[in-house]
């Protein structure tokens, strides 16, 4: 059971446009969230990160919402380039730091 | 980033080898992780080490062994593995299991049993 979903397997977006990446948890218990970027042939790269007291939190071009109600938390990435175009993870955690429950990610394209 | 290393890059092996995977972080953690990506699926904790013991061991099978010798190494030793073990195999580290949740991942290596 996938505690964790990305429902989008992809996204295309144009240079300069918004990116919304989108991720559902079911586990109640989760209680802080953190995106992750991957290129090809590199390991996942950790992006910016958000606790369930927050809603919102930013840095740069990237924002996260979290939306504790709906289970729902998105990433936004404001203007995207296309050095932007990876896949990107959604992971969870909750009880214990270190065990994060990812999600399959999304790939995401900006097109110049 | 070069923070985590890990080699091979890439393994074949038949299923009556025995191979060894090697992590080696540089960034100081105390925590180091192996996980398992297989195709069109999320990324699966195997194993946790903190300071040289292992807190984790996520129902993997006895087929990986994996080893700790410090907070700077890890490896995982390969035996008699299947078909459905080929995946790309994660290291990561952080700071500590209990202090943080950032975790920073290696390039991965990506195996192919035959």
């Known amino acids: 059971d996938q505690q964790v979903k990305q429902n989008s397997p992809s996204l295309s977006v144009q240079e300069g446009r918004i990116s919304i990446l989108n991720c559902d948890y079911t586990?109640?218990?989760?209680?802080?969230f953190l995106w992750y970027k991957k290129y090809p042939a590199e390991g996942p790269t950790f992006l910016i990160s958000i606790s369930s007291i927050k809603d919102k939190n930013e840095d740069g071009r990237f924002t996260v919402f979290l939306n504790k109600s709906a289970k729902h938390l998105s990433l936004h990435i404001v203007p995207s380039q296309p050095g932007d175009s990876a896949v990107y993870f959604c992971a969870a955690s909750g009880g214990s730091n270190y065990k994060l429950t990812f999600g399959k990610g999304t790939l995401l394209t900006v097109n110049p | 980033e070069t923070g985590v290393t890990q080699t091979p890059r890439h393994l074949v092996m038949g299923m009556t080898n025995k191979k060894s995977l090697k992590c080696e972080q540089h960034?100081?953690?105390?925590?180091m992780y192996w996980y398992k990506q297989s195709a069109k699926k999320p990324l699966e904790l195997m194993f946790v080490y903190s300071l040289e013991e292992r807190v984790e061991n996520n129902s993997v099978p006895s087929r990986f062994s994996p080893e700790c010798p410090n907070s700077s190494h890890l490896f995982l030793h390969l035996h008699t593995l299947q078909p459905e073990d080929s995946a790309l195999y994660l290291c990561?580290?952080?700071?500590?299991?209990?202090?943080?949740?950032?975790?920073?991942f290696g390039p991965g290596t990506r195996l192919t049993v035959t």
């Open positions: 586990n109640s218990m989760f209680d802080y």
């Open positions: 960034l100081g953690h105390n925590a």
């Open positions: 990561a580290s952080s700071r500590g299991v209990l202090t943080t949740y950032e975790q920073y």
